[in-house]
């Protein structure tokens, strides 16, 4: 069993930034990708970043230059730096790591709005 924990989602005004993090925890043999996907009202789930072990990372389109994923791999930690913030980013945030099988955190919202 893997135990992902996220923080630092909240209220943001346009422009603005915000700061995710997940720690996961648990039986974590080897973690392959962390990464992280959003899913806002009434709309599908999507991917934002994903950060493979040893790999190229990828960024949805919509958020290219303005989003920055990073890892702590000492503390099993995942990050998401946001800047520049728009109202279609509002969404619940998901965290999620492949090791032997995907697991998710449970999700944080994030609302840009004035």
């Known amino acids: 069993q893997v135990q992902l924990v996220e923080s630092g989602g909240g209220l943001v005004q346009p422009g603005g930034s915000l700061r995710l993090s997940c720690a996961a925890s648990g039986s974590i043999s080897r973690i392959y990708a962390m990464g992280w996907y959003r899913q806002a009202p009434g709309k599908q789930r999507e991917l934002v970043a994903d950060?493979?072990?040893?790999?190229?990372?990828t960024y949805a389109d919509s958020v290219k230059g303005r989003f920055t994923i990073s890892r702590d791999n000492a503390k099993n930690t995942v990050y998401l730096q946001m800047n520049s913030l728009k109202p279609e980013d509002t969404a619940v945030y998901y965290c999620?790591?492949?090791?032997?099988?995907?697991?998710w955190g449970q999700g944080t919202q994030v609302t840009v709005s004035s």
């Open positions: 950060m493979p072990t040893g790999g190229r990372t």
């Open positions: 999620y790591t492949n090791t032997l099988f995907t697991s």
